[in-house]
C-alpha cells in the first residue's frame, strides 16, 4: 500500500516569483487560521493570521486569502526569496482554542 | 538566549532506555507544549500545560509522560524508548490562544536504536 506521509508537498520557484501556498480545512465552523514557517533546522515561527470576519490579510510580503465556501486558504509571498526556503503549515485552533492542530506542511524551494 | 531552551539538542539511545527531554522558557508564558515532527507528518501534539498542576493528554501521549515542575520548565520522559519513537521534538509556549502565536524552541533529535 501506499506510504502516507513520507513525501512533503514541495513548490519550488525562481527568485523574484510569486509564491503560492494553499491548505484546505474540514470544519465549516472553524473561526481562526495561522500561518507558519520553519527554517531548517529551527522550530516553527508565526508568520501571520486571520480571523473568519475576513478574507483577507496582508503583511510584510505575505498575503494570506480566505475563502469560506470552499473552505479553503492560501498564503502568498510577494518577491519570493532565498530566505523564504521553509516548511510552511498553516494550524488552526482546537475546540476550546487550548491548542494548536497544524496541517502537514509544505516545502518552498527557492532557486536563485 | 534563546526564549524556549530544549535540552539535549540531539541524543541516541537504544531500546529500553528511560529518556528525558527538558524545556525551560524565559517568556513567563504559563502554557507549555511538547510536539514531536516526523517527516511529512507535520506536528502532532504529545502534552501541554496550563500551569503548574495541570497536565494534559495530546493526541499521541501513549509512551511519553511530562513534568511540570516549575512555570518555566516542562520536560517530556519516555520510559522505555522503542524505535517508532525516533523523530524531532518540539517544546513551546504561548500566552494564550487567543492570537494562535507559539513560540518554539530548536527542537530536539532523538534516535532510538
Known amino acids: 500500500g501506499e506510504s502516507v506521509g513520507l513525501h512533503l508537498p514541495t513548490l519550488s520557484v525562481q527568485e523574484g516569483d510569486n509564491s503560492i501556498i494553499n491548505c484546505a480545512y474540514s470544519?465549516?465552523?472553524?473561526?481562526?487560521f495561522i500561518w507558519y514557517k520553519q527554517e531548517s533546522g529551527k522550530g516553527p515561527q508565526f508568520i501571520i493570521d486571520?480571523?473568519?470576519?475576513?478574507d483577507k490579510r496582508q503583511g510584510q510580503r505575505v498575503t494570506v486569502l480566505l475563502n469560506k465556501t470552499v473552505k479553503h486558504l492560501s498564503l502568498q509571498i510577494a518577491a519570493t526569496q532565498p530566505g523564504d526556503s521553509a516548511v510552511y503549515f498553516c494550524?488552526?485552533?482546537?475546540?476550546?482554542?487550548?491548542?494548536?492542530?497544524f496541517g502537514k506542511g509544505t516545502m518552498l524551494l527557492v532557486s536563485p | 538566549d534563546a526564549d524556549v531552551t530544549q535540552t539535549p539538542r540531539n541524543r541516541i539511545t537504544k531500546t529500553g532506555k528511560r529518556i528525558m527531554l527538558e524545556c525551560s522558557q524565559t517568556?513567563?508564558?504559563?502554557?507549555m507544549y511538547w510536539y514531536r515532527q516526523d517527516p511529512g507528518l507535520g506536528l502532532q501534539l504529545i502534552y501541554y500545560?496550563?500551569?503548574?498542576?495541570?497536565?494534559n493528554k495530546g493526541e499521541i501521549s501513549d509512551g511519553y509522560s511530562v513534568s511540570r515542575q516549575a512555570q518555566a520548565k516542562f520536560s517530556l520522559s519516555l520510559e522505555s524508548a522503542i524505535p517508532n519513537q525516533t523523530a524531532l521534538y518540539f517544546c513551546?509556549?504561548?500566552?494564550?490562544?487567543?492570537?494562535?502565536?507559539?513560540?518554539f524552541g530548536e527542537g530536539s533529535r532523538l534516535t532510538v536504536l
Open positions: 513551546a509556549t504561548s500566552e494564550n490562544m487567543n492570537t494562535g502565536e507559539l513560540f
Open positions: 470544519n465549516s465552523a472553524s473561526d481562526y
Open positions: 486571520i480571523r473568519s470576519n475576513m
Open positions: 494550524a488552526e485552533p482546537s475546540a476550546g482554542y487550548s491548542t494548536l492542530t
Open positions: 517568556k513567563g508564558h504559563d502554557r
Open positions: 500545560s496550563f500551569d503548574v498542576k495541570d497536565i
